[in-house]
Antibody, heavy 119, light 108 residues
Framework: QVQLVQSGAEVKKPGASVKVSCKVS????????MHWVRQAPGKGLEWMGG????????IYAQKFQGRVTMTEDTSTDTAYMELSSLRSEDTAVYYC????????????WGQGTLVTVSS | EIVMTQSPATLSVSPGERATLSCRAS??????LAWYQQKPGQAPRLLIY???TRATGIPARFSGSGSGTEFTLTISSLQSEDFAVYYC??????????FGQGTKVEIK
């Protein structure tokens, strides 16, 4: 069973960047399709982007294109999501979530990372 | 983009009663549909995947059905710990996931 452990809470100023990590265990990153989802306070779940294994590329939601970069370090089985040009509306809990490429199973989620953007 | 629409927005139910939540997709997602439960301050908890398969450790009172564009989550006899917000999610397309807006199940 896959387990995802995310980095700790962050406080950033408007205009700054944040990089959230997601450490995978139980599987290797190459056996998973990694995605990122966020949830603003009191709001629903919003998909930010993820890895398309059919094309071998990372797809970003149009809303975040140009501001978000998702990367993976397969040597440590750690995924990263970096969001730049932060504004107050980016205050949210950010989740990594995965789908297995080798087994029939539902999505697995990290515990979430709170990012607060405040001057 | 596939739009997921959940109904109702809020469901008032008495403990012990049955709750039926609906999720509609704007186009077919086959059976690539998940249901989550979320309580305040917690990450979403996977209940159902593949439209009808219970995730590990999920009680049998939770069941999912449907395929294509129409899906249902049924909680057969609501327990106090089941009052929460429930989301559906389609993962039919690797290139995008989408979520419903959520259904809040509250105590009547």
């Amino acid at each position: 069973q896959v387990q995802l452990v995310q980095s700790g809470a962050e406080v950033k100023k408007p205009g700054a960047s944040v990089k959230v990590s997601c450490k995978v265990s139980g599987y290797t990153l190459t056996e998973l399709s990694m995605h990122w989802v966020r949830q603003a306070p009191g709001k629903g779940l919003e998909w930010m982007g993820g890895f398309d294994p059919e094309d071998g590329e990372t797809i970003y939601a149009q809303k975040f294109q140009g501001r978000v970069t998702m990367t993976e370090d397969t040597s440590t089985d750690t995924a990263y999501m970096e969001l730049s040009s932060l504004r107050s509306e980016d205050t949210a809990v950010y989740y990594c979530a995965t789908l297995s490429l080798i087994a029939v199973a539902g999505p697995s989620w990290g515990q979430g990372t709170l990012v607060t953007v405040s001057s | 983009e596939i739009v997921m629409t959940q109904s109702p927005a809020t469901l008032s139910v008495s403990p012990g009663e049955r709750a039926t939540l609906s999720c509609r997709a704007s186009q077919s997602v086959s059976s690539n549909l998940a249901w989550y439960q979320q309580k305040p301050g917690q990450a979403p908890r996977l209940l159902i995947y593949g439209a009808s398969t219970r995730a590990t450790g999920i009680p049998a009172r939770f069941s999912g059905s449907g395929s294509g564009t129409e899906f249902t989550l049924t909680i057969s006899s609501l327990q106090s710990e089941d009052f929460a917000v429930y989301y559906c999610q389609q993962y039919n397309n690797w290139r995008t996931w989408t979520f419903g807006q959520g259904t809040k199940v509250e105590i009547k």
